[in-house]
């Protein structure tokens, strides 16, 4: 039983983060169009206000070359588990001499 309530409260966590994230995108970055929490194909990489956060800090999201070669899974644009996205740092930017600054500070997450 214990573990019955255990999974039904990561679940809801989980659900409610559906609709959280999307929200806090359209508040924080302002995107046009907005992204829509009832749209999970407009999420991810395929939307760039959520592709900008997710994007490895040392990569370019700017940059249309990175964006195509993220979404398309080019080699040298490939994610891993090794990456850092920019939505853990302060300001969603990090200093690529020294990583460990700004890393857990971001709005989203304090």
């Known amino acids: 039983?214990?573990?019955?309530?255990?999974d039904s409260a990561r679940g809801d966590d989980t659900s409610k983060l559906k609709s959280l994230v999307p929200d806090w995108v359209n508040r924080e970055l302002k995107p046009n169009p907005p992204v829509d929490p009832e749209d999970k194909f407009c999420h991810g990489f395929t939307n760039d206000a959520c592709?900008?956060?997710l994007c490895p800090t040392e990569l370019d999201w700017h940059d249309p070359t990175v964006r195509a070669g993220i979404r398309d899974r080019v080699d040298g644009f490939v994610i891993t588990e090794m990456s850092w996205p920019a939505f853990l740092y302060a300001g969603y930017t990090?200093?690529?001499?020294?990583?460990e600054e700004g890393l857990f500070?971001?709005?989203?997450l304090v």
């Open 51 to 53: 592709g900008k956060l």
């Open 105 to 108: 500070k971001s709005t989203l």
């Open 1 to 6: 039983q214990l573990r019955q309530g255990a």
């Open 94 to 99: 990090a200093d690529q001499n020294n990583l």
